[in-house]
Each structure stands twice: as C-alpha cells, then as structure tokens.
C-alpha cells in the first residue's frame, strides 16, 4: 500500500491508500455441524428479506418456533456426510479460500491488488472485510458474488450487503459490483470442457445430461427475477457448444424449499421420471455453483443418483463444480480482469 508523503503534520491521522480490493463473495457455511452452529447459520440465512420475501411479522414466528426447531438436526446431518474433516469445516469454505488465494497469485502482475473472500451468511462477514480491505489501503474494491446466474436471494443480497457496510464509513471506498457472466464464453468453455474430461473417464456415454440449477420459486420469477432466463441461456450455449439436442442437455431446477411452486421441472421428479421411461445412463452437472456444496454433493451426487438408481437407472455420474481447477480459476480470473479495467 502507500502511505502519505512524510512528513505528517504531527496531529494527522495515518492514511493508507492506493489500492484497490476484490472480495469474493459466496452463501455462506455453519461453523459446524452441531444443532446450535446450524441453528445460527439457519436463522440468519432464512431471516433475509431477499431470501424468504414473507412479512418479517407472518414470517419470524413461524421460522423461530416451527422450522428451526426440527431443520437444523435434519440439515446438520446432511452436512455431517459432506464436511471437509481434514480441515474441520464445510468444502464450500475450503474452495472459496482456495479460489481466493490462487486469483491472489494469479493476478501477481498487479500489484496495487489485494484479494479477499467473505460469505454472506456466517463467518467472515462482508462488513469485516470490507473494513480490513479499506483499512489496508484500499480506496476502490471490486464485489464478486460468486453466482453465475444473477438472482435476487444470491447477487442483490450479497450487493445489499456490502453497500450497507459503506453506511459505517467517513472515508468510503468506491464500489464496484461484477454483473452475472452466465453466458461468458470462458465459463461457457470450462462447463463444456469439465463434461467431456469427466466423460472420459466413464465407460459409459449417458444418454441424457441434466444441467441442474438452484431453484426459486415461481413468484420471484414472475416479479420480474431474470434468474429464469439467464439458466435458460447458459444451458443453451452449452447445448451448442457440446453439439448436443435438447432431449440429450436438458434443464430442471433443486432445492425446493417451502410450500410455494418453484421453477419447473424439478430435478428429483424429472429423474425419477427418466429412469421410469427407460433411461438406463444418466449424468448430472450444476453449472449455476461456483463451488461444491450440500445442495451438489448431497442433494445432487447422493440422493439424486439414488433415486436414479432405485427406480431402474443403471449408471449414473455427477459432475462436479469448477471449484478451484485451473479451468474454474481461468473463469474468475477472466470475469475479474475485464471488470477491473478502468481501475489498474
Ligand atoms: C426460499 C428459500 C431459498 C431460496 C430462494 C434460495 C435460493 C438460492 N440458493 C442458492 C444457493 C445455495 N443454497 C444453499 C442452501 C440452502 N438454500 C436454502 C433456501 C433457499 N435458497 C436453504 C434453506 C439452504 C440450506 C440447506 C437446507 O436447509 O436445505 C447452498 C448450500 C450452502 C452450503 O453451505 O453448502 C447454496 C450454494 C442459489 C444459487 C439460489 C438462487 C438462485
Ligand atoms: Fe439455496
Ligand atoms: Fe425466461
């Protein structure tokens, strides 16, 4: 960083400045897989207005008394088969500080740049990082929410976020938010690629691929949420890009949660249905996750692939996330070099 020319008048405050910050940002992860840590990392999550758009009033009760007296035991479980042991923590965190870290090194050529990573729900939050970025000097900071897709319960929540940590400034940094890049033809030529390196590794070729994106529920979309349309177009240029028909890349939607309609078709009926009509070879990718999580590795890896399995399909494949592969790095770095421009 710099600091002011010396010498200081004796009675100015220390001033650092100079540099400019990007702070990746993904959902967020429970300290641990206990009933309180889920509990906690539950509450604040579900508690957010972008997330669950219900009157806090109707909404609050319901959550406190109702859904966090059973959900957490029953998620925490699930997060118990998917936990990164090794390191005491869940996979979603572990790649997010690897991505940060290797887009650190892999943007060495600029010096003025300090990368860092937070997450929207748990720990460490935006508003600290926010903080020690512009402590340390940075007076522009570069917000990467780390979906794909844009929508309102992921991209605006994380940009709310970290506007909001501006309020707390006398000397605010300039913000920059990166706009969704579902349809950049580096992301678009790293799923391609990471679906033919996985396939050749099979024995087998699946007669049908799912690309599985995250749902919302319907009534988002019909506000006026382009999540819709931008996994539409994101499965589509991977479709030409692979040469493949629509009845080989198909697109559903996961996740349902709550007793609203969601985005359709749902991912779990739609394999059920498919093995029911005969597939016997299926693979599954989630182009809408940066990074493994409960939702690809439990959801999707595990249960879907059993229900494959159980209702008469024979082979079935997960493909996994970008993560933190030199293919998943050259998309962020790419996203994160084109919007700095105009600023190193
Ligand atoms: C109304 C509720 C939810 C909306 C809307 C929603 C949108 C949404 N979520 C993701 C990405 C992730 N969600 C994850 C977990 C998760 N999501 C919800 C609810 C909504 N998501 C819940 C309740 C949970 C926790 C698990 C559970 O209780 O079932 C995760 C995984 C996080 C992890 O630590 O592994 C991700 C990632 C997107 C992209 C999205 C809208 C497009
Ligand atoms: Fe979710
Ligand atoms: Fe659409």
Same mark, same amino acid.
């Given at each position: 960083?710099?600091?002011?020319?010396?010498?200081?008048?004796?009675?100015?405050?220390?001033?650092?400045?100079?540099?400019?910050?990007?702070?990746?940002?993904?959902?967020?992860?429970?300290?641990?897989?206990?009933?309180?840590?889920?509990?906690?990392?539950?509450?604040?999550?579900?508690?957010?207005?972008?997330?669950? !758009?219900?009157?806090?009033?109707?909404?609050?009760?319901?959550?406190?008394?109702?859904?966090?007296?059973?959900?957490?035991?029953?998620?925490?479980?699930?997060?118990? !088969?998917?936990?990164?042991?090794?390191?005491?923590?869940?996979?979603?965190?572990?790649?997010?500080?690897?991505?940060?870290?290797?887009?650190?090194?892999?943007?060495?050529?600029?010096?003025?740049?300090?990368?860092?990573?937070?997450?929207?729900?748990?720990?460490?939050?935006?508003?600290?990082?926010?903080?020690?970025?512009?402590?340390?000097?940075?007076?522009?900071?570069?917000?990467?929410?780390?979906?794909?897709?844009?929508?309102?319960?992921?991209?605006?929540?994380?940009?709310?976020?970290?506007?909001?940590?501006?309020?707390?400034?006398?000397?605010?940094?300039?913000?920059?938010?990166?706009?969704?890049?579902?349809?950049?033809? &580096?992301?678009?030529?790293?799923?391609?690629?990471?679906?033919?390196?996985?396939?050749?590794?099979?024995?087998? !070729?699946?007669?049908?691929?799912?690309?599985?994106?995250?749902?919302?529920?319907?009534?988002?979309?019909?506000?006026?949420?382009?999540?819709?349309?931008?996994?539409?177009?994101?499965?589509?240029?991977?479709?030409?890009?692979?040469?493949?028909?629509?009845?080989?890349?198909?697109?559903?939607?996961?996740?349902?949660?709550?007793?609203? !309609?969601?985005?359709?078709?749902?991912?779990?009926?739609?394999?059920?249905?498919?093995?029911?009509?005969?597939?016997?070879?299926?693979?599954?990718?989630?182009?809408?996750?940066?990074?493994?999580?409960?939702?690809?590795?439990?959801?999707?890896?595990?249960?879907?692939?059993?229900?494959?399995?159980?209702?008469?399909?024979?082979?079935? &494949?997960?493909?996994?996330?970008?993560?933190?592969?030199?293919?998943?790095?050259?998309?962020?770095?790419?996203?994160?070099?084109?919007?700095?421009?105009?600023?190193?």
């Amino acid at each position: 960083m710099t600091t002011m020319p010396s010498p200081l008048p004796s009675d100015h405050p220390p001033v650092k400045f100079g540099r400019v910050g990007v702070l990746l940002v993904n959902l967020g992860t429970p300290e641990g897989t206990d009933y309180w840590s889920m509990r906690r990392y539950l509450s604040e999550f579900l508690s957010d207005k972008r997330v669950i !758009e219900w009157s806090h009033l109707f909404w609050q009760p319901i959550l406190q008394l109702i859904v966090l007296s059973k959900r957490p035991q029953k998620v925490g479980k699930a997060y118990e !088969e998917i936990w990164n042991h090794e390191k005491n923590e869940s996979f979603l965190l572990t790649y997010t500080r690897n991505q940060s870290d290797l887009l650190g090194a892999a943007l060495k050529d600029l010096p003025n740049v300090t990368v860092d990573w937070a997450m929207r729900y748990g720990k460490p939050s935006i508003q600290s990082k926010m903080n020690e970025l512009k402590d340390a000097g940075c007076e522009k900071i570069l917000v990467f929410p780390l979906y794909p897709q844009y929508s309102a319960p992921t991209t605006a929540t994380v940009n709310d976020e970290a506007f909001k940590a501006l309020l707390q400034m006398r000397w605010q940094p300039a913000l920059r938010t990166v706009p969704p890049y579902h349809d950049d033809p &580096a992301y678009i030529e790293a799923l391609a690629n990471s679906i033919q390196a996985k396939l050749a590794t099979l024995d087998w !070729e699946p007669e049908v691929l799912l690309t599985s994106f995250h749902g919302i529920p319907q009534s988002y979309f019909k506000g006026g949420d382009p999540y819709h349309c931008q996994c539409h177009k994101t499965a589509r240029l991977l479709r030409e890009k692979l040469g493949w028909s629509k009845e080989k890349l198909q697109l559903t939607f996961q996740s349902r949660f709550g007793p609203e !309609e969601w985005l359709q078709p749902y991912t779990d009926k739609t394999v059920e249905e498919l093995a029911k009509t005969g597939v016997k070879k299926l693979a599954i990718i989630n182009p809408g996750f940066v990074s493994d999580c409960l939702e690809t590795l439990e959801e999707i890896a595990g249960e879907a692939g059993e229900i494959f399995l159980h209702n008469g399909g024979e082979k079935f &494949a997960h493909i996994p996330c970008l993560n933190d592969t030199p293919a998943g790095m050259r998309v962020l770095e790419t996203v994160v070099r084109r919007e700095l421009q105009g600023w190193v």
